[in-house]
């Protein structure tokens, strides 16, 4: 249905004027690839847009950290630690930090 950056576009607008953008903007679940055994460990992170919506615009995010398509960004924790994706804000300034209390903040799994 949306296979590309012009089409997803027309599509949000249309969404906007329609109201469910709400519905649009709900969680993201990352989907790994084979995993060994240590990731295999950790359930998958979640990214509740809507929550990040009320703090941030749009651009605050897109295209500059993250594209519009889920699926994209192939995040390591090693990334986030060096300040990339997640880490661009979950540093303990704009938002809490990544430590051993908040992995599983981010780590819900389905
Ligand atoms: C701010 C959100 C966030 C926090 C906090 C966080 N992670 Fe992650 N983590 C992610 C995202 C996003 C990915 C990439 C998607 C995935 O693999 O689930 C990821 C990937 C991973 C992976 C697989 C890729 C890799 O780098 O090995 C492991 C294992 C992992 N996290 C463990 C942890 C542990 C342990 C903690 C706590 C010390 C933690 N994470 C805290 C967001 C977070
Ligand atoms: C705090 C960061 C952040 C903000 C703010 C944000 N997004 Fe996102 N958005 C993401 C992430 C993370 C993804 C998943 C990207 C990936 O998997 O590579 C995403 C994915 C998307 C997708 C693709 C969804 C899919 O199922 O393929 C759309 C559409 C989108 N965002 C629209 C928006 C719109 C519209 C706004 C503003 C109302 C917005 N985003 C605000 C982080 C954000
Ligand atoms: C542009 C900055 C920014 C980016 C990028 C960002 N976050 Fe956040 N995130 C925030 C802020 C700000 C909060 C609210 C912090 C608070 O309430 O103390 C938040 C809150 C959260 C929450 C808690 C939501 C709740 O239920 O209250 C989770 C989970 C989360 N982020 C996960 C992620 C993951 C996973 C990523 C990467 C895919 C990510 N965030 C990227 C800024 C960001």
Redesign the pocket.
């Known amino acids: 249905m949306r296979s590309n950056a012009g089409t997803t576009i027309i599509f949000m607008i249309m969404m906007l004027a329609t109201g469910i953008v709400h519905a649009e903007l709900g969680d993201i679940t990352?989907q790994r690839e084979q995993g060994d055994a240590s990731t295999q460990s950790t359930a998958p992170?979640?990214?509740?847009h809507w929550?990040?919506r009320i703090?941030?615009k749009c651009y605050?995010?897109h295209n500059a950290?993250?594209q519009m398509k889920a699926g994209t960004?192939k995040?390591t924790m090693q990334e986030?630690s060096d300040g990339k994706?997640?880490g661009?804000?979950?540093n303990g300034k704009?938002?809490?930090a990544v430590s051993f209390d908040t992995c599983n903040?981010?780590h819900?799994g389905e």
């Open positions: 990352f992170a979640v990214f509740p929550k990040h703090h941030y605050a995010c950290i993250f960004a995040i986030i994706y997640c661009a804000c979950h704009q938002a809490w903040n981010c819900k």
